[in-house]
Structures are given as structure tokens and as C-alpha cells.
């Protein structure tokens, strides 16, 4: 049992978890993620580690309400406990000097590279970084961002409500008209964001790593439903991943097989609404 | 007075009942029934059932007990060698082991030992026979299991009857292996799992579960804390077969079908979160017992359900009994068929498999005819879900993870037949990591043997 010592709701859509885990906080590096399974009927689901307090024994999560899984962690409060948290899984991000790296996240994703920003500063990087929400409201992490790893910071907003009007690839592109010299591209979020700044990056000849988000059951490399085409071979992202070369990766493929449970998924989530309608709003 | 040629028949659910629920399929042996069915032992002096067992079970002791009315000892002589057996009397391949061997067998059926040892277990279970000695842990050696399956749980509980301190990492959220995320509980229901494993609860060895070694606990970690390892990860990596349209939707490795199914309960969708994608007709390729199991769960989640199988039935290496529970259940076989592509539509979506007809020739390695794919015999058959069944390998987490342990080729980690010992000082393995995917029986021997050997090594 894990229990749930801090939460703070961000906003609509976005919630930050702190939960205890000792054996994992011991360990996790930036990059990598962890499973949890809420309760006996619960599904396996990853999360990356955004945050961790290895005293207190303690690791944080931001998560987005997506289906009924998420929806569920979100009436969750602290003191309440999450029956398996299972982690450090997949292979951390390589931190080493590079240069200047541009860090990019996508909505749910910047909580995600917030981490890989930090080490990649910590370790004597010039870190650009973008950061990309639908609007205003859903904005998180700007301060830490801006406190703790980025030498240069973009917010982009797709309406315009906040920071600049547009996507991230928008500022990717204006950088590199400007003749900004980027030595690696880390990017997480929605996999088109990551295929449109792999075929930009592709042209430029920059290196560019993404984290893949594929469904994923046991996290342990024994099923298969996560598995990616990585340069024509098949891998799995729970442990080859989940970061690869982003010039590498079908990202045609990830986004048909991500939707192969949309049905069950929206079914699950309307029946969990009905039956928790007007009693935890 | 000659002993009676046909076995008792076993109480079975029938077809149209079993297949709208994943309860189990074979009720058991009453206690008559089994006493009955005793009876029919020769009670052998060479006795040559005992060495088909790969645990050596002492079996004509054990039935004669039972013929005599003595559950408790029959237990108690089977649990000398054998510590679930609720589980191998359930899963053995019988007839290729102790009952192939039955003196029996040469003028009628021989013993049904499997059910009979099944009965046992069963009627101990239910009416609390079992007592658990309290054991004196006076060794100052500990021991480290990697692996919760048959063969863990196997060597686990011999080094905690000998006074040892066990510690046994499991990567997922239950203990078991392939027993609880493969084997589907029509075959062998949870509760008799759960009830077997317990065992080694009441033998106080310490299950960590959600520890992934190799993942997220180092095997020098391992090293350090524990005076010897047996490693028994078993073989769960998925084989997949190159095919185009693999990755399309509605696309399963047999393990990801059975653990969504059996581990997550997505037959109980959605009053488990985990989903499973709505079946209309699957297509299984496949023959072995992974195959028959994933084409009854499709029987049983409302589909139509085909094994598609390049050789004929006779060859499959499933068991007789899963091929015939399997047919009565509605499984159809298309035989001397192999895919050459899976078909998708415009979403993604699989639609079919496009298969070629093939002919049987000389035998293989395997002793089997092979299959010879027949040119422009190409045909199509409409599926919406395919699940691949065609093998597991050793999962490499562990061994790629594990500096100093050499693995084969494929992935089987290297051991010396002597000592059971690994390319490592003090790091023992065993079960499907070594063999690649075979028997619970097996693996449980090998649990066995690694226990003794790895006691050996410690005092010297
Ligand atoms: C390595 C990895 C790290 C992740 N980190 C985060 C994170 O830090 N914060 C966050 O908000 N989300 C993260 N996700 C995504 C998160 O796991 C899913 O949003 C979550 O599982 C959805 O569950 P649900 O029941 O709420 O929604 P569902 O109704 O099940 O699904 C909604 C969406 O989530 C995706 N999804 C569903 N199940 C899974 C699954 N088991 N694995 C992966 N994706 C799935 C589906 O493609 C679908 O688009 C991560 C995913 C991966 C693979
Ligand atoms: C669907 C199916 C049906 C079968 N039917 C039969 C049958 O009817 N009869 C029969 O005799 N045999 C059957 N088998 C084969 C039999 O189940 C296996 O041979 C047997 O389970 C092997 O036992 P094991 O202990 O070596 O490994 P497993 O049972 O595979 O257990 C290995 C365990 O190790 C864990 N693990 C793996 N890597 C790590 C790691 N790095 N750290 C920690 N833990 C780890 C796994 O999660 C797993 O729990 C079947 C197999 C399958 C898949
Ligand atoms: S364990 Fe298997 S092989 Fe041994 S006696 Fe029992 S059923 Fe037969
Ligand atoms: S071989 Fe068959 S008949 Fe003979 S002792 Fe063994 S079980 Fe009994
Ligand atoms: S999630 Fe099962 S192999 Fe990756």
C-alpha cells in the first residue's frame, strides 16, 4: 500500500500526486516511469516520474484525467493509499553535456520532461525550453521550468491566451530559422506533436529523442502490447524504451494501435460517470 | 478377481454449460469415486510409474492409501516430493509421463494418477487435512528466489522446510508465473493457486512482489544481501512471426490475450478496468496448450473461435485432453493452413489473415511430418482478432541485466548440468529461463534439484 501524502489539483483537466514509495524514490532517474494499480480491480497504468523526495521516501506524478482510471486517481485524496506502485521502469534518459538541448513538452508531457531538463542543466547544458498547452488555464510547471532548468523559456498556448499564439514546432522552427545551434532535441507529448518535430529535426540533421506513450499491461516486457517499429524491428517500450531516436520510430503505426481500446474506454469512463455523478464533484 | 480395464470416468460440465463462465471444467473425483478408482492399482513391485514422474512421486503408496480411505496420508506421501498438488494434477501432461508408463495401461486404461492426486489436494483443501509443521529456521544461509512460478515456489519451499531464510521476488502483482497469468482458471482456478501458495506464507518465506530484479532491483543488490540465487524467470517473452500486419489493431500475443483475460479479469469488463477489445471471430495461430487456451477463452468471451495449424490435429503438441475439450466446446481446427500476411482495412482494424494450404512431408528434427507450404494455394479468412500462439522465449530483463550470467543464443541461461550453477559464482537457474517453455512438472523439477544442489554449495 502507497499511500497519497500530498495532492494538488493544477487545474481542470491536470493533478499532481506526491505518494509514498521508498524502494522507487530510492532509484528512479529522469526518463523513467512508474506503474500503479489503484485497487483489486484496477488496471496497470504508467505514469512518469515528474518529482522526487528521497528522505521523505516519496515520488510525485502529474497526471491528466483521461478515461476512467485517471478519472478515478483524481477522487483520490491524501491519506487515501494506491495498492501497487511498481518502478523504476524502462531506461532512464542519458544525461550527459551535449551542448545546447531544446526540451519539449506537450501538454501532460512537460510535467514529464521537467525532470530530463533539470539533470540535462544540472550536468552544464544550455536547456531551451518549449512548452506547449491548449490554453491559458491549462498551463503547469512555468515556474519550476523557469526556476530550476531553463536557460531560455517558451510557453506556447494553441488559442493564444497565454505566451505565444501557436504550437511548440512553431518556436522549434523560429530557432532554427534564427541559426540557434541545437545539439539534441528531447521531446514528450501527444505522438503527433512528436512526428511533426521529428520530420523538422530530420531535416536538419538534429539529433532527436522522444518518450513513446504506447499502451501498455505488464510493464515488464512479457505481452507485447506496447511494442513500436523502431527502424523496421519490432521493440517494446516498457523496457527498450520508452525513449528512442524519434527518426527512427513509425509514428503511424503508435497512433492507430493507441486507439485500439477507444470503445472500452469511453464505455468504462460514461459507466463510471453515471455512477459517480453527484457524489464527488 | 482381474482388475477392471476402464477408469472411472471423471464428472465433467458439460459444453453448452462451461462455456458461458470460466469456471472450472472437470468437477473431481468424489470420494467413492476415487477410492474406486484406487482400487484398480496393480500396486506394482517395479513400480515403473514413479520414475514417469519427474518429481517421483512415491504414486503406488500414495493410491493405495486412497483406496484405503486414508486422505491424510496420501497427502502427506505426495507432499513428501510434490508441494502443489492441486496444480499438477490439474496441468501435468499425464499421459506422456507417469500414466504412459502404467503397468495398467498394457490391458486397459491405466490409472488416472493425475485426477487421483488432483482428488487428494482437493479433498485436503476442503476439509482442512493439512498441517503445517513449525520449522525451525536454524540455518544462517540466505536465499534469494527470482521468480514466483512452479519452479521458484518448488525450490522456495524446500529450502524453508530445511530451516532456511527464503526471500522470493516476483516482477508482477501476483505470485504464481504462468499459473495465474497464463493458465486460464476454466483449467486451474485461482482460489486452488492461491490455496498452494499459502503454503509458503505458513512457511514464512517473504514474497516481495512488484520487484523486478534486473528492473528496478539489481542482481549484485541480490548478491550482496543473500548467500545464493535461483533464478527461475521462466520463458515470457512473446514470439511474434514477422508478418505484415501484425501490428494492426485486434492483433495478441497469446500472453497479452491470457493475462488481460486471466491476471486482469477483462472477461469482467468493466467491472475490472482492464478492457479486451469485442470479439466476433478469432483466429488463433497455433497448436499447443498456450493456443487451446487462448481459443477457449475466445470460445467463452462469445466468439467464434478457430486454431489455425500448419500441420493436422494429430500432430499438435497440446494435450489430448485440451484438443478434445477444445472441440466439444466449439473451437473449430482449420489445419494444414499457414498465414502469409494478416489483412487490416482502412482503420487499422484486422479483417483476415491471408493463409496458404500446405501438405505434410518427412519428419523433422521434432519427429513430426513438416509442413510444406504449398505455392499459389493462398486464400483468405475473415477474423477480427488474431492472437499469435506460436511460442515464448526466455525474457531477457533479467539476463541482459545481469553481467556474468551467459545466456544461449535464444536466450537460455547457461548452466552447468552438475551443479545446476549459472556463469556466476553463487547464481543458480532453472525452470522454462533454462529449458525455454516447457512443463510446470518440469520446471518443479527443476526447482527441486537446484535446491539440493545450491544446499551442497552452501555447506560445503
Ligand atoms: C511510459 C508512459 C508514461 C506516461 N506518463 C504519464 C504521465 O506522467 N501523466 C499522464 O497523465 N499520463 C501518462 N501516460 C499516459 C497514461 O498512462 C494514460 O493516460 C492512462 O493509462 C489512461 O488511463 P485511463 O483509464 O484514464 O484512460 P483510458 O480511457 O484507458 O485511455 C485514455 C487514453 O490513454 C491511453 N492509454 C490507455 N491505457 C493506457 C495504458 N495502459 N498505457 C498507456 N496509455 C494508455 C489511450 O491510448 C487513450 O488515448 C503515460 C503513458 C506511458 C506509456
Ligand atoms: C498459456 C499456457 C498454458 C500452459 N499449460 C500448461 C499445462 O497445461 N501443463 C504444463 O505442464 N505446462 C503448461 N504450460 C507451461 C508451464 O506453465 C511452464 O512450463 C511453467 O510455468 C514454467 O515455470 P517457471 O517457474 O520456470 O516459470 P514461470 O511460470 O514463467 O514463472 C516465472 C516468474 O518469474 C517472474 N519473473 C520474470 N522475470 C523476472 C525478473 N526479472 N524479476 C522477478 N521476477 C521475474 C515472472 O513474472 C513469473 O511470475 C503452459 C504455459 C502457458 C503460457
Ligand atoms: S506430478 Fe504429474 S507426473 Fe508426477 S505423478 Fe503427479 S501427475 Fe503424474
Ligand atoms: S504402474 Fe500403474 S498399476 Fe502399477 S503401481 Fe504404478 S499406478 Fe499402479
Ligand atoms: S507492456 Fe507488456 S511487454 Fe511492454
Known amino acids: ?281 | 478377481m482381474s482388475p477392471e480395464e476402464d477408469r472411472i470416468p471423471v464428472p465433467e460440465r458439460g459444453p453448452e454449460e462451461r462455456t458461458d463462465d470460466f469456471d472450472e471444467v472437470p468437477l473431481g473425483y468424489s470420494p467413492e469415486q476415487a477410492m474406486e478408482e484406487s482400487e484398480r492399482c496393480l500396486e506394482c513391485a517395479k513400480s515403473p510409474c514413479i520414475g514417469g514422474c519427474p518429481v517421483e512421486i512415491d504414486i503406488p503408496n500414495f493410491v493405495k492409501a486412497i483406496a484405503e480411505g486414508e486422505f491424510k496420508e496420501a497427502l502427506e506421501i505426495i507432499k513428501d516430493t510434490n508441494i502443489i498438488p492441486a496444480i499438477t494434477g490439474r496441468v501435468c501432461p499425464q499421459e506422456e509421463q507417469c500414466e504412459e508408463v502404467c503397468v495398467m495401461g498394457n490391458v486397459g486404461d491405466p490409472i488416472n494418477i493425475g485426477k487421483l492426486e488432483r482428488f487428494v489436494a482437493d479433498y485436503a483443501r476442503e476439509n482442512n487435512l493439512e498441517e503445517v509443521p513449525e520449522i525451525e529456521k536454524n540455518k544462517d544461509f540466505e536465499v534469494a528466489i527470482v521468480g514466483s512460478g512452479p519452479s521458484g515456489v518448488t525450490c522456495a519451499a524446500l529450502f524453508a522446510q530445511n530451516g532456511y531464510d527464503v526471500t522470493m521476488f516476483e516482477a508482477l502483482h501476483e505470485p504464481g508465473g504462468v499459473l495465474k497469468y497464463g493458465i486460464p482458471e476454466f483449467r486451474l482456478p485461482n482460489e486452488v493457486i492461491d490455496h498452494e501458495l499459502e503454503y509458503l506464507d505458513e512457511l514464512h518465506v517473504d514474497i516481495r512482489l512488484n520487484r523486478i530484479v534486473g528492473q528496478n532491483i539489481e542482481l549484485e543488490e541480490l548478491e550482496e544481501d543473500f548467500d545464493a540465487i535461483y533464478v527461475a524467470t521462466g520463458a515470457g517473452s512473446p514470439r511474434f512471426l514477422g508478418l505484415e500486419g501484425e501490428d494492426l489493431k485486434g492483433v495478441y500475443s497469446a500472453n497479452e490475450f491470457l493475462t488481460r483475460i486471466n491476471l486482469m479479469k477483462a472477461y469482467k469488463f468493466p467491472e475490472y478496468d482492464t478492457p479486451i477489445t469485442d470479439m466476433e471471430k478469432v483466429g488463433v495461430i497455433g497448436a499447443g496448450n498456450v493456443a487451446m487456451d487462448a481459443a477457449r477463452c475466445a470460445i467463452r468471451m462469445g466468439a467464434d473461435s478457430h486454431i489455425l495449424y500448419r500441420r493436422t490435429t494429430e500432430w499438435s503438441p497440446a494435450r489430448d485432453e485440451e484438443i478434445e475439450h477444445a472441440k466439444q466446446e466449439g473451437v473449430t481446427f482449420d489445419t494444414l493452413c499457414n498465414p502469409k500476411r494478416i489483412i487490416g482495412d482502412k482503420d487499422g482494424w484486422v479483417k483476415g489473415i491471408e493463409l496458404f494450404e500446405c501438405e505434410l512431408e518427412e519428419p523433422d528434427d521434432s519427429g513430426r511430418p513438416s509442413p510444406k507450404v504449398l505455392e499459389d494455394t493462398e486464400h483468405k479468412k475473415d477474423f477480427d482478432t488474431v492472437v499469435i500462439a506460436i511460442g515464448q522465449e526466455p525474457n531477457k530483463v533479467f539476463y541482459e541485466n545481469a553481467p556474468g550470467v551467459e545466456v544461449k543464443e535464444w536466450g537460455g541461461i547457461i548452466i552447468d548440468d552438475e551443479n545446476r550453477m549459472t556463469t556466476k559464482e553463487g547464481v543458480f537457474a532453472g525452470g522454462d529461463a533454462v529449458s525455454g517453455a516447457a512443463t510446470v512438472i518440469l520446471a518443479m523439477g527443476d526447482g527441486r534439484k537446484a535446491a539440493q544442489n545450491i544446499m551442497n554449495y552452501l555447506e560445503g
Open chain 1, 1 to 281: 500500500m502507497h499511500e497519497i501524502v500530498e495532492k494538488e489539483r493544477l487545474n481542470e483537466e491536470m493533478t499532481r500526486i506526491e505518494v509514498k514509495a521508498p524502494l522507487v524514490a530510492d532509484k528512479i532517474k529522469p526518463g523513467q516511469f512508474i506503474v500503479i494499480r489503484m485497487h483489486e480491480k484496477g488496471e496497470r497504468i504508467p505514469l512518469t516520474f515528474y518529482k522526487k523526495d528521497e528522505d521523505k521516501g516519496t515520488i510525485q506524478m502529474i497526471f491528466q484525467k483521461m478515461g476512467k482510471s485517471t478519472h478515478e486517481l483524481d477522487t483520490y485524496e491524501e491519506g487515501d493509499e494506491i495498492l501497487d506502485v511498481v518502478g523504476p521502469m524502462g531506461t532512464a534518459a542519458e544525461i550527459e553535456e551535449y551542448g545546447t538541448v531544446v526540451c519539449i513538452g506537450g501538454g501532460v508531457g512537460t510535467p514529464e520532461v521537467f525532470p530530463v531538463a533539470k539533470a540535462l542543466r544540472n550536468v552544464g547544458n544550455e536547456v531551451i525550453v518549449i512548452s506547449g498547452f491548449r490554453t491559458e488555464d491549462l498551463v503547469v510547471c512555468e515556474n519550476e521550468l523557469d526556476k530550476d532548468c531553463a536557460n531560455e523559456l517558451y510557453i506556447t498556448t494553441d488559442d493564444g491566451t497565454y505566451g505565444r499564439e501557436g504550437f511548440t514546432t512553431d518556436v522549434l522552427e523560429e530557432l532554427i530559422d534564427q541559426g540557434t545551434d541545437i545539439d539534441l532535441i528531447h521531446a514528450v507529448g501527444p505522438p503527433i506533436m512528436m512526428k511533426v518535430i521529428a520530420g523538422i529535426t530530420e531535416e536538419h540533421d538534429i539529433p532527436t529523442r522522444v518518450s513513446l506513450n504506447s499502451i501498455m499491461l505488464d510493464a515488464t516486457g512479457m505481452c507485447g502490447s506496447c511494442r513500436v517499429e523502431i527502424d523496421g524491428e519490432m521493440k517494446l517500450a516498457c523496457v527498450d524504451g520508452p525513449e528512442f531516436d524519434a527518426h527512427k520510430v513509425n509514428f503511424e503505426e503508435l497512433m492507430e494501435r493507441i486507439t485500439m481500446f477507444e470503445e472500452q474506454e469511453e464505455e468504462a469512463l460514461e459507466n463510471w460517470k453515471e455512477e459517480h455523478e453527484g457524489c464527488c464533484g
